[in-house]
């Protein structure tokens, strides 16, 4: 099973209020995850199109709502990445979130502009539904407040494990 957490950092210089959402699977940024993916794929264009989701940028009503799959932004699918330019409607990843008693699967993933790709081999990633809902709360507490400490460094992990 995946831990998930979410890193909610302020944008840069000039442009701080537009802070972004970037979910993080077992401490990996999934941009990441997703470049790696579709490099190995040989997809064209890959690598560096993926960046976090801009609250500011689209009808983002919280964290639990939108990672819960209920934002309907998408139909069935969840945006969780935009395009590294921040806009969600540029180059969005989508998956399907789906949600039982005990667990939270992630699975299905899409990228809406090349639906010729083929991402089944791509998750799923299933994660605890306790520590999932801890993640998404500690998030929607963040971008609440978001010029907290806690909005600099990564949310919601239980523990970190070393990369190396």
Known sequence: MSEIGFEYRPGPPGRTDVHRIMPHIDTIPLTDLIDTFEICAGMEPAGDAYGGLVPL????????????????????????????????????????????????????????????????????????????????????????AHDTPESQRTVGQAHHRDRS
Do not use: M
């Open 57 to 144: 940028f689209f009808r983002f009503a919280s964290a639990t709502d939108h990672f819960h799959g209920s934002s309907s932004l998408r139909g069935e699918k969840t945006p969780v990445l935009a395009c590294s330019c921040g806009e969600l409607g540029c180059w969005p990843l989508l998956t399907r979130i789906s949600l039982t008693g005990d667990l939270v699967v992630w699975d299905c993933f899409e990228q809406p502009y090349r639906t010729t790709r083929d991402y089944t081999a791509f998750g799923p990633f299933l994660f605890d539904r306790d520590q999932y809902d801890n993640a998404v709360q500690v998030l929607d507490a963040a971008v609440t």
